[in-house]
C-alpha cells in the first residue's frame, strides 16, 4: 500500500515523534523513509549590519540542520529501513514540503502537529494543515505527546 513515506523534521522534539509511526508504517509495508527538513533563510531587517556574518551564520545552521538529519537517516538505517535526507531550500515550510512531494513523490506523509491553538495558530499557522490540505498524497497528523511540552 506504501512504498515511500516522507518525514518532515524541523529539529524539534516534537517533529520528531512523528518518527516512531513512520518507522512502524515502513516496516509493516517494506517501505522507505525520506526525512526532509526546510532549511531558515535570510532574515530581513535592518539589524543585519553584516551581510557575509549572516551568511556565514545561515551556511553553519543548515550545515548543522544536514549533520542532525543525516545523523537521523544513520540511525534508522541501522534498524535495517532504507532512508534518504534532505534539506530543502529556505522558504515557508507548507509550500516548500509539498513541493517537495510533487518534486519527487511518496505516498504518505508521516508529520506531528505542534499543537498550536488560538492566537498561535492564527498567527504562525499549520504547516501540517498546509500539507494535508495540499499535498497530492494522504497525511497522517500525528499528535504530540502531552508530556513533551512545545519546542
Not at 516522507?6 to 522534539?13: I, N, Q, T, W
Not at 525520506?34 to 556574518?53: C, E, K, M, R, T
Request: net charge negative.
Amino acid at each position: 500500500m506504501f512504498s515511500r513515506i516522507l518525514v518532515p523534521v524541523d529539529g524539534s522534539s516534537i517533529a520528531e515523534q512523528a518518527l516512531e509511526s513512520a518507522v512502524k508504517l515502513a516496516k509493516t509495508f517494506g517501505a522507505s523513509l525520506h526525512l526532509v527538513q526546510v532549511a531558515p533563510g535570510p532574515v530581513s531587517g535592518d539589524y543585519i549590519v553584516d551581510v557575509h556574518l549572516h551568511e556565514a551564520v545561515l551556511r553553519r545552521e543548515r550545515e548543522r540542520l544536514q549533520t542532525h538529519l543525516d545523523k537521523l537517516g544513520d540511525q534508522l538505517t541501522q534498524t535495517g529501513l532504507s532512508v534518504t535526507t534532505r534539506l530543502l531550500e529556505p522558504g515557508t515550510p507548507g509550500p516548500e514540503l509539498v513541493a517537495e512531494i510533487e518534486r519527487d513523490p511518496v505516498d504518505l506523509v508521516v508529520m506531528t502537529s505542534h499543537g498550536r491553538t488560538g492566537v498561535a495558530r492564527m498567527f504562525l499557522g499549520s504547516v501540517a494543515e498546509y500539507v494535508a490540505r495540499h499535498a497530492p498524497c494522504p497525511t497522517l497528523i500525528v499528535r504530540p505527546k502531552k508530556d513533551e511540552g512545545h519546542d
